[in-house]
């Protein structure tokens, strides 16, 4: 169950555009930035949290550094629009670390659209022939690959 719903104002706001760029920035660091004192930004961060509206903090790791050069997005069609064929594709695939998003979408010829890192074009060949479309009730798969991030990771807006 969600909690209530929380009234945010331009504090609550304030601190999740400065938490969403530097999530290691310190309560002391934050506050100040903010422009209040630091007990009552932590309470005011513990209810973000607590609310849901900080959903947890991650160290972003940059994939090339490790070898994984290619990314691969690839839009898979099923036989059936079933929930147990839906629930099963999703099951295996996020059994698969190389598939780090898993949509369902709409509006395409497609079911699901995946965002895949690979080493190289091999290690995508054999991701694709051995394990992806093995799972059942895939039909197609189309690929396209990736050329250039132009970004990622952009912080959700507080504000519309």
Do not use: W
């Amino acid at each position: 169950m969600l909690p209530v719903p929380l009234e945010l104002d331009r504090f609550d706001r304030h601190i999740l555009d400065v938490l969403q760029q530097e999530g290691r920035i310190s309560n002391q660091l934050l506050a100040e930035r903010i422009g209040l004192s630091p007990s009552p930004c932590l309470r005011r961060v513990r209810a973000l949290e607590e609310h849901g509206l900080i959903a947890g903090y991650r160290a972003e790791v940059d994939a090339r550094r490790l070898g994984f050069d290619l990314m691969v997005l690839l839009h898979i069609s099923m036989d059936q629009h079933t929930a147990e064929r839906f629930d099963n594709f999703e099951r295996q695939v996020r059994e698969i670390p190389n598939v780090i998003e898993c949509l369902i979408i709409t509006g395409q010829a497609a079911d699901f659209q995946l965002k895949i890192l690979v080493r190289d074009m091999d290690d995508y060949q054999h991701l694709l022939l051995h394990v992806i479309n093995r799972i059942e009730g895939v039909t197609g798969a189309h690929t396209s690959f990736v050329l250039r991030r132009v970004f990622e990771h952009r912080p959700v807006p507080t504000r519309s």
